[in-house]
């Protein structure tokens, strides 16, 4: 099978997205696998798959591929392949240019749901995975260290957590990026400067005794998510924690336990006093933190890297192609 596959044509986090399904597209393809950038001109494109002749159209959120591109694929009655990874924070725009695709996956199980509801019956649910080529257990570096390791934008609920423990612990915390707007370093909380590689950040969670996922609520100020579509599904960030064998505390989710055991491979906490608690009793048991950071890194190795994903998407792309 010959696969053109069209980047999302963002840059830090994306750039490496679309290298690792690459990477696992040419392992499912031998090899015969394109790629091109969403924004050249129409007639590069045409000059691409008159040479190439791709069986399939694979693309990485969309919303910068042109719909001239759009309608002349769809002509061409290739099959096109859109999976989106924001969702449901930018629904009220994807839902706009869905149409144009044969098969549309997304990350968010309530994402799936509304999408069904629109009329679209050619959805499905695929998470994120992780490279377990970039993210895996890295030796104990002093300047890496910490208690409690958060990554990954201040959003609301985040600064609040984080606030909430500088006031009621002394724990060492480290932040990512863009937290200074919100909060002052000091000696309990260190506030890394610059956007993070995932090579830098596998370093970060494999140093931390306790990593700490929380996630975007479906109602930050920058979303365009006017229907107000509640996130149900974990985010790629479990995926990339686990795979550094790292313990991990994560807020609830409807769906954790479809892709972990809790308790045994992850631990999980519905409100911030229940955080603290559950930080305050992990703190001291460093062999259950441990024992339960090496299942999640087997979990992962086993059914959720980026390799499982591109298996899963292909094999539901002809399954539905043969019927």
Request: proline share 3%; aromatic share 14%.
């Amino acid at each position: 099978m010959k696969i053109l596959y069209i980047s999302s044509g963002y840059g830090k986090i994306y750039t490496y997205f679309d290298q690792w399904i690459i990477k696992q597209l040419k392992k499912k393809t031998t090899g015969q696998v394109r790629s091109i950038h969403p924004t050249k001109e129409l007639s590069y494109f045409k000059t691409i798959c008159r040479s190439f002749q791709p069986d399939l159209v694979i693309t990485l959120v969309g919303d910068k591929l042109p719909n001239d591109v759009l309608d002349w694929l769809k002509r061409k009655d290739i099959p096109l392949v859109l999976w989106l990874t924001e969702d449901p924070y930018y629904i009220d725009h994807t839902v706009s240019y869905i149409s144009y695709y044969d098969f549309v996956f997304t990350i968010d199980i309530s994402a799936v749901q509304f999408y069904q509801k629109q009329g679209f019956d050619h959805v499905y649910h695929l998470p994120l995975g992780t490279d377990p080529e970039t993210f895996l257990p890295k030796p104990t570096i002093n300047r890496y260290a910490s208690d409690l390791c958060l990554i990954g934008y201040p959003y609301d609920n985040r600064v609040s957590l984080i606030k909430k423990l500088i006031n009621e612990t002394r724990y060492r915390i480290i932040v990512s990026s863009h937290w200074k707007n919100y909060l002052t370093e000091s000696k309990q909380l260190k506030i890394i400067k610059g956007w993070l590689s995932p090579q830098k950040v596998s370093y970060y969670y494999s140093n931390a005794k306790i990593c700490l996922n929380t996630h975007r609520s479906y109602q930050e100020a920058m979303n365009k998510n006017r229907f107000g579509v509640v996130n149900h599904s974990i985010n790629n960030r479990t995926f990339d924690i686990a795979a550094c064998a790292a313990f991990q505390l994560i807020e609830e989710k409807e769906d954790i336990s479809t892709h972990f055991a809790l308790h045994n491979e992850i631990v999980s906490f519905h409100s911030e006093d229940d955080a603290v608690e559950k930080i305050h009793y992990y703190m001291n048991e460093e062999k259950e933190r441990k024992e339960i950071g090496e299942n999640a890194h087997k979990r992962v190795l086993q059914s959720h890297t980026f390799y499982h994903r591109i298996t899963k998407l292909l094999q539901t792309v002809m399954e539905q192609i043969a019927k």
